[in-house]
């Protein structure tokens, strides 16, 4: 059982650059999340999808697109990658209709030079 | 709008010194409350959690919290802190609609 399983692990962009993160679950769950961490900031929410078909903005989606492929995958786009979105980020997924706890997954550290 | 707020982001202890990391929310509706930990290194990981019932909630590793829902509050406490113990902890809060938000963290420094 993977869980929640993020790639890259690690990428360099030049400024301009697009790319996606992709995200997979296995456990069948409704909602998936994409958040960045930044030292002292916490996470911040950027979008999720509370459910296979829909996806909606959180606290910082600027720069940001996000599909729902299906109930499994959920990729993050960046379409022109600028140095502030340097950053960790994380992926996670949660069962609908309760919140039994979020299910990270490993993180991806993206460097914007 | 739904947001977190932990008010202490840097704490230091000596072992077997008592915990409480404060945290606040802010959300009109119901709302499920979290805590994780995030040890370096690693990816978040689930302490304890709230949905109902006693407000007054036991998680792993001898972590407790308590939800008072007149003060928006869902304080984390431990007795006695161990060396690793040392982490970051966030505290979360989810609404109905499927919005899970993080507060900005607290880091935890346990001095052997």
């Known amino acids: 059982n993977a869980g929640v399983t993020q790639t890259p692990k690690f990428q360099v962009l030049k400024t301009g650059q697009s790319m996606t993160l992709q995200c997979a679950q296995d456990?069948?769950?409704?909602?998936m999340y994409w958040y960045r961490q930044d030292p002292g900031m916490g996470l911040r929410l950027i979008y999720y999808?509370?459910?296979?078909?829909?996806?909606d903005k959180g606290e910082v989606p600027n720069g940001y697109n996000v599909s729902r492929l299906n109930k499994r995958e959920f990729s993050l786009r960046l379409e022109s990658a600028a140095p502030s979105q340097t950053s960790v980020y994380f992926c996670?997924?949660?069962?609908?209709?309760?919140?039994?706890?979020?299910?990270f997954g490993q993180g991806t550290r993206l460097t914007v030079v | 709008a739904q947001s977190v707020s932990q008010h202490n982001h840097h704490v230091i202890l000596s072992e077997a010194a008592s915990l409480e990391l404060g945290c606040n929310y802010s959300y009109g509706g119901t709302v499920n409350l979290f805590w994780y930990v995030q040890y370096p290194g690693q990816h978040l990981q689930l302490l304890l959690k709230?949905?109902?019932?006693?407000?007054l909630v036991k998680g792993i590793k001898g972590f407790e919290a308590e939800f008072i829902k007149s003060k928006f509050s869902f304080n984390l406490r431990k007795p006695s802190v161990q060396w690793s113990d040392t982490a970051e902890y966030f505290c979360?809060?989810?609404?109905?609609?499927?919005?899970?938000?993080f507060g900005q963290g607290t880091e935890l420094s346990v001095k052997p």
């Open positions: 999808s509370a459910s296979e078909g829909t996806t």
């Open positions: 979360a809060a989810y609404n109905q609609g499927g919005k899970l938000i």
């Open positions: 709230y949905f109902s019932g006693d407000p």
């Open positions: 996670a997924s949660i069962p609908w209709g309760s919140a039994l706890a979020a299910f």
């Open positions: 456990m069948n769950h409704n909602s």
